[in-house]
């Protein structure tokens, strides 16, 4: 059978939506990026790009960042095939010559019913403003 693919546009209805505080993000089950992807944004113009093609065209405008004092990193899992996975940041760590970012990868376990539906879940968080190399690591 044909699995149906599920999309709320990013920021919409399937999304964990943080954008108030000190520290915004966005996390969720369904974008328009469909291949694993880490991120690191620095620049309003690079945000505004990664947002058209995460919203899939259905959101017009990027959310704000303050790109002066903020940059945006974050995990896109790919398409995965069923409902019940997601991507997490785990921990965000400055180190004297990078940042490390610790992610996550989850999936319904073993035999557990979900539903069969293609989802794209993903993590985005602001953090402070940094010139440092950026790694990502998958805890496992």
């Known amino acids: 059978p044909a699995k149906a693919r599920a999309f709320a546009p990013a920021g919409g209805a399937g999304s964990n939506e943080k ?4 520290n915004p993000s966005w996390k969720g089950a ?8 880490t991120v690191v944004i620095r620049t309003s113009e690079a945000w505004a790009s990664l947002w058209i093609e995460h919203s899939a065209g259905q959101t017009s405008m990027a959310p704000m960042v303050d790109f002066e004092s903020f940059m945006v990193v974050g995990v896109f899992a ?9 991507v997490e940041i785990v921990d965000i760590r400055t180190m004297p010559d990078q940042i490390i970012v610790n992610y996550r990868e989850t ?9 069969a539906v293609l989802t794209q879940p993903y993590d985005l ?3 402070p403003r940094t010139n440092l190399p950026v790694t990502f690591l998958r805890e496992l």
Request: glycine share 16%; net charge positive; hydrophobic share 40%.
């Open 19 to 22: 954008t108030k505080g000190p």
């Open 30 to 37: 369904a974008s328009g990026i469909t291949a694993f992807r």
């Open 107 to 115: 999936s319904p376990p073993a035999g557990m019913a979900a539903a």
């Open 78 to 86: 790919g398409t995965k095939p069923t409902a019940g996975c997601a």
């Open 125 to 127: 968080r602001v953090i």
